[in-house]
């Protein structure tokens, strides 16, 4: 759901073997995307730090996974939607929102999802109003 150009590519900026850095990438279509920031750790090094990563995902079974991988080496500290205009109630004429969330629902007889922002709002990436759903990811 990212593209880029090779012009776009910041080599000397690698952090880890196969990495690539990038100045710029452009969002190829308007879905919810989804900013997770976790903290990791290394498992026989106690005296390092941990470190801090924001992971920008596109699917939405990534952002539960990641929550079903947590242990004492990784921990999910929060997860923002960037959501497109269509999906925010408040058109403000704005491309995107930028939400902290609370819960995600999946919709049990559609593929879509709803999302549970921290101010009590809800925000869906289906247009069909669920009767059903499930709640996938509780977030504290």
Do not use: Y
Request: charged letters at 25%; a neutral charge; hydrophobic letters at 40%.
């Amino acid at each position: 759901m990212f593209h880029t150009l090779s012009s776009a590519e910041i080599p000397f900026f690698s952090l880890l073997e196969g990495e690539k850095t990038w100045s710029w990438v452009e969002i190829g279509i308007r879905i919810p995307l989804f900013l997770v920031s976790i903290i990791q750790k290394e498992r026989d090094e106690a005296e390092k730090l941990p470190v801090c990563r924001d992971l920008l995902m596109s699917d939405v079974n990534q952002v539960v996974d990641i929550f079903k991988q947590q242990s004492d080496l990784l921990t999910v500290t929060e997860v923002l939607i960037l959501s497109p205009n269509h999906m925010n109630r408040k058109n403000k004429g704005e491309s995107f929102q930028l939400n902290k969330v609370k819960q995600i629902w999946k919709h049990t007889h559609s593929q879509g999802h709803t999302f549970v922002l921290s101010n009590g709002e809800r925000l869906s990436d289906c247009s069909n109003k669920a009767r059903k759903m499930e709640l996938l990811l509780n977030i504290d």
